[in-house]
C-alpha cells in the first residue's frame, strides 16, 4: 500500500477512517494522497472486518481539492503526453466501492472535496463547513460523476447555481438541499461520523451492501461519467482559460 504522511488510515473496530492529513495546505490533494486513499478504499473491498468507511479531514477543514500546482503542471503539460493522474483511479475507487462510506466535513469543502460527497452515503458537516465547487472560475468543468449525482440529489437548478455559476453553500444550506443528512456544532463532525458508521456497522452487512447497491447508479454507469468528465476536464486544464487561472491563484500568494 503507497503511503503518505499526508494521509492516516486507522481501522475503528469495523470502520476505516481515511483521513486527510496536509493541514498546512488546507488539505489539497496530491497524487500520492489520492493513490494512498485509492489503496484504502480499494483495501477493503474484501476484507469482511470493515463495515464501513469514513472520509474526513480532521478538525477546522475537509479538503481544497485537487492541488493546483498539479493542474498547472497536467495544463501546461504537452497535449500527447499528458500527466497520468491519480485522481482518477481515486473517482474509479469511489464508484467502485460497495461499502457504506460516511464523510466528517469540518471547514472547508471545495472542488473534488464537494463533488466526492455524491459518491457518499451519509454526510455529516459541522457548522463551520463550506461547500464550493469553483471549476467555472478555473476555466474547468465538473469531474467525479457530479454532472450526474448532483442534479439527481438536489435538483438540476441548485446543481447549476453550485457547478455552473460557482456558488457556495454552508452547512445548513447543504442540509436543505439533501446532501448533508446531519449539522453538529464545529469540530464535532468526527464524533458524530464514527457513532453513524458504528450504527450502520451494526446492521446486516449482505443486506445493506444490496440495498445500498439499489439506490445508486451502477459503477459502469458512474465511471462511463467520469471518463467523459474526464476528458472534458483535460482538455479544459490546457485551456488559456484555465492555465491562468492556475497562475493566477500562485501569483496572488506572492502579492
Ligand atoms: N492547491 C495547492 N495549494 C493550496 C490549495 C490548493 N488547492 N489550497 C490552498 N493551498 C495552499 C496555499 O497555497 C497556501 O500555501 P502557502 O502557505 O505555502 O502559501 C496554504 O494552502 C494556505 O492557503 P491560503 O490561501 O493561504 O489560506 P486561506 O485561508 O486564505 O484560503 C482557500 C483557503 C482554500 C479558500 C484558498 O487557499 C483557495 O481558494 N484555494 C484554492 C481552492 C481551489 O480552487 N481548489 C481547486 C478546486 S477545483
Not at 493542474?71 to 481515486?90: E, I, N, V
Not at 448533508?180 to 457513532?195: F, I, M, Q, R, S
Request: proline share 5%; with cysteine; glycine share 8%.
Amino acid at each position: 500500500m503507497p503511503t503518505t504522511d499526508h494521509l492516516t488510515v486507522t481501522d475503528n473496530e469495523a470502520t476505516r477512517v481515511i483521513a486527510f492529513n496536509r493541514p498546512d495546505k488546507k488539505n489539497a490533494l496530491t497524487q500520492d494522497m489520492y493513490r494512498a486513499t485509492t489503496d484504502a478504499i480499494n483495501g477493503a473491498q474484501d476484507n469482511a472486518a470493515i463495515r464501513c468507511l469514513v472520509l474526513t479531514g480532521g478538525k477546522g477543514v475537509f479538503t481544497a481539492g485537487n492541488d493546483l500546482e498539479d493542474f498547472l503542471k497536467g495544463g501546461t503539460a504537452s497535449a500527447d503526453k499528458p500527466r497520468p493522474s491519480a485522481a482518477l483511479g481515486f473517482l474509479h475507487a469511489l464508484a467502485r466501492n460497495t461499502k457504506p462510506l460516511v464523510a466528517a466535513v469540518d471547514g472547508i469543502a471545495i472542488g473534488v472535496g464537494t463533488t466526492m460527497l455524491f459518491q457518499c452515503d451519509y454526510v455529516v458537516a459541522s457548522s463551520g463547513a463550506r461547500f464550493s465547487t469553483p471549476f467555472i472560475h478555473l476555466g474547468l468543468v465538473p469531474e467525479g460523476a457530479s454532472s450526474l449525482l448532483m442534479p439527481r440529489a438536489i435538483g438540476h437548478q441548485r446543481a447549476f447555481a453550485t457547478l455552473v455559476m460557482g456558488r457556495s453553500l454552508n452547512a445548513e444550506e447543504g442540509r436543505e438541499a439533501g446532501f448533508v443528512n446531519t449539522v453538529v456544532p464545529a469540530g464535532e463532525a468526527d464524533t458524530e461520523a464514527l457513532k453513524v458508521a458504528r450504527e450502520i456497522s451494526a446492521l446486516p452487512a449482505e443486506a445493506v451492501a444490496i440495498s445500498r447497491k439499489l439506490l445508486k447508479p451502477s459503477p459502469e454507469e458512474l465511471i462511463e461519467r467520469i471518463n467523459h468528465e474526464s476528458a472534458l476536464f483535460g482538455e479544459r486544464m490546457r485551456s488559456e482559460e484555465a492555465v491562468n487561472a492556475f497562475k493566477a491563484f500562485f501569483a496572488r500568494k506572492k502579492a
